[in-house]
């Protein structure tokens, strides 16, 4: 199992010199959060952006890097506004792998009970190997892609 660390809230720092929540390009959050497992777990990063700000080449070429890798099962940590487009993309170029995005609505700067949670949950699913595709973890559910939406109005994820 390998972790696709691209970005997102999940991952956002304040600032004090810019006085912004910004993306660092690394993944002390999610290396923050599995350093307490008692196995190890593979961490890699690219493209270190907010969701809103990833582009359809982006998406080709994350499918592209999990295509081309021999690892059968991947944790996405994704921003969770577009986490639906990189899903259906994913789902398009991926049939014989296990798949889960996941994300956080508040950074783990900030809170870390959300996104420590969502990725807890989400390699623990994907390390039952459930049947190939393409999962979404979010809000305390886990669901196929096609069957789970960020409910913008709430705030949350929620089953369609």
Excluded: W
Excluded at 33 to 48: L, N
Excluded at 57 to 64: F, G, V, Y
Excluded at 125 to 133: E, K, L, M, V
């Amino acid at each position: 199992m390998k972790i696709m660390n691209t970005g997102g809230t999940f991952n956002k720092r304040y600032d004090p010199i810019s006085g912004r929540l910004e993306i660092p390009f690394d993944n002390s959050a999610v290396e923050s959060i599995v350093s307490s497992f008692s196995y190890d777990v593979e961490v890699a990063g690219m493209i270190y952006r907010d969701s809103l700000d990833m582009e359809q080449n982006d998406r080709d070429q994350l499918a592209a890097i999990l295509q081309a890798d021999d690892e059968d099962v991947f944790v996405v940590v994704h921003g969770t506004d577009t986490m639906d487009l990189t899903a259906k993309t994913l789902a398009e170029h991926l049939h014989d792998r296990v798949i889960v995005l996941v994300g956080a609505m508040v950074p783990y700067s900030i809170d870390q009970t959300e996104a420590s949670l969502n990725l807890g949950m989400a390699l623990g699913f994907a390390a039952t190997r459930p049947a190939p595709g393409v999962y979404i973890c979010m809000s305390g559910i886990i669901a196929p892609h096609e069957q789970i939406r960020k409910n913008r109005a709430e705030g949350r994820f929620e089953i369609v």
